[in-house]
């Protein structure tokens, strides 16, 4: 097997997707291992998460810093930080995007009356929560449904997709090209090593 895929993970809050991941990787799912997980909030719970399962943590609170290139990393990153990862840096978003990017997402797409709702793993570009989509998933919106309803039933894909995503990332099976992103059926090189980026 090709030696495991080194991830960092960025979290501002409750951090079930970095349980998922987590989980993904002790069920041997997704080879990986986890180095840092980096939050912008000292109370994200996710530090906690983390600690539990002996991950090292930092938090890098924006507010600290002058600007987001000094602080390096905030909730949308800068494009200094995502030009040292090129398509490297992968994001989840609780929405079929391109259809309701950005925050409020669940309340938008029942103002909207849509019938179908879901989520997007995409790699991250200089826009939020525009780049090149990896995998998506879909579920219904039904007309009871109230933010956290929905927020549940998506969230469920959410921790199904985003493992399987960083495991097709892990086995070099992602090309970007353009907008889009190819799945291939068989890993094309090794890319499951970290590479380091550029020089800053
Ligand atoms: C998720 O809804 C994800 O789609 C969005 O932020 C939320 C993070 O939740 N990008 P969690 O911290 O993983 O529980």
């Keep these: 097997m090709a030696s495991p895929l080194s991830l960092g993970v960025l979290i501002s809050g409750s951090g079930t997707n970095l349980q998922a991941i987590i989980d993904?990787?002790?069920?041997?799912?997704?080879?990986?291992?986890?180095?840092?997980v980096l939050s912008n909030r000292g109370d994200a719970y996710g530090l906690?998460?983390?600690?539990?399962?002996?991950?090292p943590t930092v938090v890098i609170s924006h507010k600290d810093f002058s600007s987001r290139e000094v602080a390096g990393f905030m909730r949308l990153l800068s494009p200094f930080f995502i030009r040292a990862f090129p398509q490297r840096i992968v994001n989840i978003h609780p929405a079929l995007l391109p259809a309701f990017p950005g925050t409020h997402v669940q309340r938008r797409a029942l103002e909207h009356g849509v019938r179908v709702s879901g989520v997007t793993v995409h790699f991250v570009?200089?826009?939020?929560?525009?780049?090149?989509?990896?995998?998506?998933?879909?579920?219904?919106?039904?007309?009871?449904?109230?933010?956290?309803?929905?927020?549940?039933?998506?969230?469920t894909q959410e921790h199904r997709i985003y493992p399987q995503a960083i495991q097709l990332f892990a086995e070099g099976r992602l090309e970007v090209r353009g907008r889009l992103v190819?799945?291939?059926?068989?890993?094309r090189a090794p890319t499951a090593t970290l590479r380091?980026?550029?020089p800053l």
């Design 48 to 55: 906690a998460r983390a600690r539990h399962h002996n991950l």
């Design 24 to 36: 993904a990787i002790e069920r041997g799912e997704l080879n990986a291992v986890i180095r840092v």
């Design 125 to 155: 570009d200089e826009e939020m929560d525009h780049g090149p989509i990896i995998a998506q998933a879909a579920v219904p919106v039904y007309a009871d449904d109230s933010e956290e309803s929905l927020s549940a039933r998506i969230r």
């Design 196 to 198: 380091s980026p550029e």
């Design 182 to 187: 190819i799945v291939h059926n068989e890993a």
